[in-house]
């Protein structure tokens, strides 16, 4: 008997899942039907909410991981076609200093809906946005020495493991920018290796500011970073009078070779921004207008 119970189980626990659906709809407690019951069993009946990709993040990351480029959402709260792999490529970014707890909240939200690769905040937000991302696939980075870079080594270093120890697992450094220009090259490289060596074992970036340089020292920037020890050399904050350009990515590219990756940040708004910079090299996108990237849906315009 016992025996034929286990048999069952299944069974008995769909009916059972049923039934309380139907008696708290009877009660008014739930006004519709559970679309998805626990350990994914489906409901009878799909009713093409459109809700999947926002109820089960995991398994949207799952099907992304496995090849799939585009996610269709049927009307719902989508009603478009997610580009999934550039979502894979994004840092969803809020860095305006005054970011509200609210926002900050609202794009881990977004980040685990749409599987954005990171979310990336200023440091001192990151104790709340690791929380928030807990469980995910989605990973908290800092910003470190942002936006000016002026900062001395042990501070940046310093930033650096706090926003680590506070649950940072990728860390986007600004570079020595009066340093690089007056050609002080041991004081970039040194800036640069302080942060990876505090940083270990997690990746840095390395932001150029690339509207403030000339291309002579935008390929000494790049040696410099590659030399360095950094996983990542970078385009702009966001806030330094210029964004990322497609010659830039080019040439970033052809420095650090196939040994670094790239990222694009500053002024990407749309898919065909974002798209561009992907077939000129980049393998990540910093972006604040995530969602419009990956929707096809217009963003307005700012910066981040």
Known sequence: MAQQGLENLDEVVEIISRRVTERLMQKGLLTEKIQNLPGDVPCEECSGCGHCVTRKPEAVKNIIQSGAERISSKSGILGVTIDAKMAAMIDHTLLKPDATREQLMKICEEAKQYSFATVCVNSANIPLVARQLLGSAVKPIAVVGFPLGAATSQAKAFEAREAIHAG????????????????????????????????????????????????????????????????????????????????????????????????????????????????????????????????????KKGTY
């Open 168 to 299: 940072a697992e990728e860390i986007d450094m600004v570079i020595n920018i009066g340093a690089l220009k007056s050609k002080d090259y041991r004081t970039v490289f040194e800036d640069i290796k302080t942060v990876v060596e505090a940083s270990k074992p997690h990746k840095v970036k390395v932001i150029l500011e690339t509207a403030q340089l000339n291309d002579e020292e935008k390929v000494i920037s790049c040696a410099l970073a590659k030399t360095a020890g950094a996983a990542f050399v970078k385009t702009s904050t966001g806030f330094g009078g210029g964004g990322a350009t497609v010659e830039d990515i080019v040439l970033m590219r052809r420095i650090v070779g196939s040994d670094m990756e790239v990222k694009a940040s500053g002024g990407i708004r749309t898919r065909e921004d974002a798209q561009k910079m992907i077939q000129a090299g980049a393998d990540r996108i910093g972006a604040s207008a995530s969602v419009a990237i990956v929707t096809g849906q217009d963003a």
